[in-house]
């Protein structure tokens, strides 16, 4: 049954595909997202509690982790494909058929992340992901996005090469222990504690650094700023949230193996290291930061930091990681798609020329503003009650210096990112932004509404649904098997 | 066969075949071309014509542009008479005699190159300053094959080194000694001045390597030089054969056949290297130079693993 | 393991070298292609059984390095009117040396390695190590687009020496999702490599500096 939620996807974009009228086309997308949710929310809620529904032989398997995830992206892929039609619309000149097939394929793939069991088919997914995106990025054909493109395909590719590394020495610390090497993922929890351990070892920061690469945390992010600053903001948000997720996800599953193993130690000292390093390159960057997308992308590295450090802390730290996975996720669309909004608008998106975006585009300049209030940690938004929950954990488990200096990143990133953000919104617009025709309606604005209204959401109240899912993934992650 | 007739055989083909090889070259490059080519003997006619003729020196010169001819010759003739060519022990031979052996090499160039800068010509100082600068180079990758062979054969006798006992170490070092043998390839290349390092044929001042040294030299003097070239090309092409061709039946009847036999067909190869490669351009030299040491260096790595 | 291991693996760090030195890129596209047939063959000795999964294996990997990316990349080569030159950032003799250090550092490391039994003394770790570091070296010191591509060709062969010595332990699903995913990854770069020379010109990284802080 799991593997329909793989299958249909890349139906749909053979059936994208297909569809000669580019008019017509990008209105498959809201139609084949609603249906992919409807198909993992049923794959779900049937799945009696306990049953992993396994399917190929152990390859594919819901987990509690796997499930919260999938239903993520199924949420923000739906939500990103309500924008879709809107902005191909204003887009009509080029042609979208590559590009409406890719997102779906975009989707089979992170799925197939979530889903996979075994890390060989998991980065086989991973690697898809990356190629797949590519046409995305170059979407607006020109020599920056060429530049964006390049950079980010080569990076990521070599950068999951070195997770491919990884995997096979994971392989081979089961070999070298004298176990059959199957890189299931099941069977190497089981056996983690017989694993070889400077194989181990040596896997585990291959695999972090790999799928690091894909998650854009520091020193690895350097594609980032360039492809999320010249990507369509629907793509920026399917990569930020999406893509990252899944590499994240991808960490996440190499994280319990070292666990099981009795290693989360090591692995906990690096997650701490390198969630912090990333959350203060991404400040370093984000202080007088002029290009709004580039910052958006610098703010993605830091909430990349954030969840990695969430994991590395663990205990109560590692469901507020968790929930800020999906805080961050939902925040980015309010925030990406805005932004695409308002770069449109202006025709540029450097904060020389773009100022008062809330007399000129009044609702994404407002939901800008308030998505960078709810990034940033303010209450009563949904990321502040996740960094909370990260920053109580740090606290609680003594851990005061990472505590600290996570707080003072916090602080640095929301003056630095504020400056930017009040730049953009107040003041009055230039004559030259106000020639342009685009105006808010509903085609591109409801959607980031959405987004909004769920990230407030999840700041005043967490669904009880959710909240188990979340605490059966916790337990998932943290129990120790 | 006694030792005195194995000797006078090494001797007497050591110093009658050098010039044969050149005529082979030549030969297998006019095939390449499609010409008939000059005859295979071409090289002795030379020879014989030069030590004919009178000689010329120019004033500026002093004994050193005469010591260089005479020395280049005699190094490389007493260098040969090192070499166990068949396989059984050299005329001269002792323990360490490959520390003479790659100095009688050092002392000819070093002749060479001073008779070259003696005449005070700058076109012959350049040539000089090349054929040095590309020994440095290639001297490493030799002397590296050379400590494979001394660590294989716990012998620092060249006898012993390049003897018979070298067809057992194919056996179990046989990567190793793959890898010297590439790199002596290139550095018997890189030695006599062949392509890919210089074209031996070309009177193009540019291009030229070791015939830029020469040039003032005329008469009995280059027909020494001639023929103590010749000579060197008839050391390495030796040593090659020697590396490659390591098995002796045990009688000298027929090891001496398969040495030159196996001489020829070194003789071949270089004919068919030259006709198919271009001259490399000057810079790139030392790039080639420098993968000749990295193979000898390797095939240390894998022995001493 | 088979006799004929050491000696190819040999040759299959020579080619790093000539990939490294050769100044055409002809020269290193041909380099990397039959660095790629030797991987095939390699895989070939490694295990003494060979079933249907292993010829398949064997033949898709000689087919796909060896013969269909090489094309590909010859064909964009000529298609984008590229020029013949490498360009190294880093000149021929130095990337070599560098790429010998490395090497050397590769056999060095490996022996300290905590390797199975049966593989201790073998080859093939230094010479996966040594290539994915000439991989490296080629995607950081060559400025040209194509360069960077088989820079990470040689990345992954380095890859795949290493999971020759689990060709057991890997499913046949897995291994042809990752020459899959390999071919399509070089198949978009190169569609991408057209994009550059078509929009620059040339195909040089140097160009790519529009995006900056």
């Known amino acids: ?481 | 066969m006694n030792t005195i007739i194995h000797d006078s055989v090494h001797v007497v083909l050591a110093f009658s075949l050098p010039p044969l090889l050149l005529g082979v070259i030549a030969k297998t490059k006019a095939l390449f071309a499609g010409r008939v080519g000059p005859p295979l003997l071409q090289p002795y006619y030379d020879l014989f014509k030069l030590f004919q003729k009178g000689s010329v020196y120019s004033t500026t010169t002093t004994w050193v542009f005469r010591a260089g001819a005479v020395v280049g010759f005699v190094s490389a003739g007493i260098a040969v008479l090192l070499i166990p060519l068949s396989g059984s022990a050299a005329p001269i031979s002792f323990t360490g005699d490959l520390i003479l052996f790659a100095y009688l090499l050092g002392l000819g160039r070093f002749f060479t190159a001073s008779a070259a800068l003696d005449t005070g010509s700058a076109f012959e100082g350049m040539g000089a300053a090349r054929e040095v600068t590309f020994a440095c180079l290639a001297e490493p990758a030799f002397f590296l094959g050379l400590l494979v062979l001394a660590k294989l054969s716990g012998s620092l006798q060249l006898s012993g080194m390049l003897g018979s006992s070298l067809a057992t170490h194919w056996a179990n070092a046989g990567d190793s000694l793959a890898l010297v043998l590439l790199s002596w390839f290139i550095v018997l290349l890189a030695e006599n001045s062949r392509i890919p390092f210089d074209d031996p044929n070309t009177h193009l001042e540019l291009t030229m390597i070791h015939e830029v040294m020469v040039l003032d030299h005329g008469g009995p003097a280059f027909g020494m030089i001639l023929y103590g070239a010749a000579l060197k090309l008839f050391v390495f092409g030796a040593l090659v054969v020697r590396l490659a061709v390591p098995m002796t039946v045990g009688s000298a009847w027929l090891d001496w056949p398969i040495f030159v036999a196996g001489l020829l067909v070194v003789a071949v190869v270089i004919g068919v290297v030259e006709s198919t490669m271009a001259r490399l351009r000057l810079t790139r030299v030392p790039v080639l130079l420098v993968a000749a040491c990295l193979l000898s260096a390797f095939a240390i790595i894998l022995l001493v693993r | 393991m088979a006799p004929f291991l050491d000696p190819l693996l040999i040759v299959a760090l020579a080619l790093n070298f000539v990939a490294l030195g050769v100044s055409r890129i002809r020269g290193v596209i041909n380099a990397v292609a039959l660095q790629g047939i030797l991987l095939g063959i390699l895989a070939l000795f490694v295990h003494s059984e060979i079933g249907i999964r292993g010829i398949l294996l064997v033949g898709g990997t000689i087919c796909l390095k060896g013969f269909v990316i090489p094309r590909f990349l010859v064909h964009a080569l000529r298609e984008a009117n590229i020029q013949h030159e490498v360009t190294p950032v880093v000149n021929y003799m130095n990337s070599i040396l560098l790429g010998a250090v490395g090497t050397g550092l590769a056999m060095v490391f490996s022996s300290t390695l905590p390797l199975a039994d049966t593989h201790k003394g073998l080859l093939l770790v230094p010479a996966s190590l040594a290539t994915v570091w000439t991989g490296f070296l080629m995607l950081t010191t060559r400025k040209k687009a194509i360069m960077q591509v088989l820079g990470y060709l040689l990345l992954e062969n380095g890859i795949f020496l290493f999971g020759l010595l689990l060709l057991e332990a890997m499913p046949l699903l897995v291994e042809v999702g990752v020459l899959l995913d390999l071919f399509t990854g070089v198949f978009v770069m190169g569609i991408i490599i057209h994009h550059i020379s078509r929009e620059f010109a040339s195909i040089s990284t140097e160009h790519l500096t529009e995006l900056k802080e």
């Open chain 1, 1 to 481: 049954m799991s593997l329909m939620l793989i299958i249909f996807p890349v139906v749909m974009a053979a059936v994208t595909f297909s569809v000669p009228s580019n008019r017509w086309r990008p209105w498959l997308l809201p139609l084949g997202a609603m249906g992919h949710l409807v198909l993992v929310l049923w794959v779900i809620l049937r799945a009696a509690p306990g049953d992993p529904g396994t399917a190929l032989g152990g390859w594919l398997a819901l987990d509690a982790l796997g499930k919260l995830v999938t239903v993520f992206l199924s949420v923000l892929f739906f939500l990103c494909s309500l924008y879709a039609p809107g902005y191909l619309a204003l887009r009509s000149d080029r042609p979208n058929r590559v590009f409406c097939a890719n997102i779906f394929i975009v989707q089979a793939m992170m799925t197939l992340v979530t889903l996979s069991h075994h890390l060989g088919l998991m980065w086989v997914a991973m690697e898809a992901t990356t190629l797949a995106s590519a046409p995305l990025l170059y979407f607006n054909h020109n020599s920056r996005s060429l530049e964006a493109t390049w950079k980010y395909l080569l990076i990521g590719s070599v950068g999951i090469a070195l997770a491919l590394f990884g995997s096979f020495f994971l392989a081979y610390a089961s070999l070298k222990a004298g176990l059959q090497s199957e890189l299931l993922f099941d069977q190497l929890v089981k056996d983690a504690p017989r694993l070889s351990t400077p194989w181990l070892h040596a896997a585990f920061v291959l695999l972090f650094v790999g799928y690091g690469t894909k998650m854009g945390l520091a020193p690895m992010h350097t594609w980032k700023p360039d492809a999320y600053g010249e990507a369509p903001g629907i793509v920026g948000t399917l990569l930020a949230g999406g893509v990252t997720s899944c590499a994240f996800l991808a960490i996440l599953r190499i994280y319990q193996i070292c666990r099981a193993g009795a290693d989360a130690e090591f692995a906990r000292e690096i997650m701490i290291f390198m969630g912090l390093l990333s959350m203060a390159v991404a400040a370093v960057f984000m202080v007088r930061q002029r290009d709004i997308k580039r910052m958006l992308a610098y703010s993605s590295v830091e909430h990349m930091g954030i969840l990695v450090l969430g994991i590395g802390v663990g205990g109560v730290a590692a469901y507020g990681a968790l929930l800020h996975l999906i805080n961050n996720g939902l925040t980015k669309g309010v925030l990406f798609l805005s932004a695409g909004n308002i770069h449109r608008a202006y025709g540029s998106k450097i904060t020389d020329d773009v100022q008062g975006a809330i007399q000129r585009v009044p609702l994404s300049g407002s939901l800008f503003l308030a998505g960078f209030l709810a990034i940033t940690g303010s209450p009563p938004f949904g990321p502040f009650v996740s960094e909370f929950t990260i920053l109580n954990g740090a606290i609680g488990s003594g851990q005061y210096l990472a505590g600290g200096v996570f707080l003072l990143l916090l602080g640095i990133v929301f003056i630095g990112m504020g400056a930017t953000v009040l730049a953009v919104v107040q003041g009055t617009p230039s004559d030259q932004g106000k020639a342009n025709s685009f105006r808010d309606s509903v085609a591109t604005g409801l959607p980031i509404l959405l987004f909004m209204a769920i990230v407030l959401l999840l700041g005043l109240y967490i669904p009880p649904p959710l909240e188990s899912l979340l605490r059966d993934a916790a337990a998932f992650l943290e129990v120790k098997r």
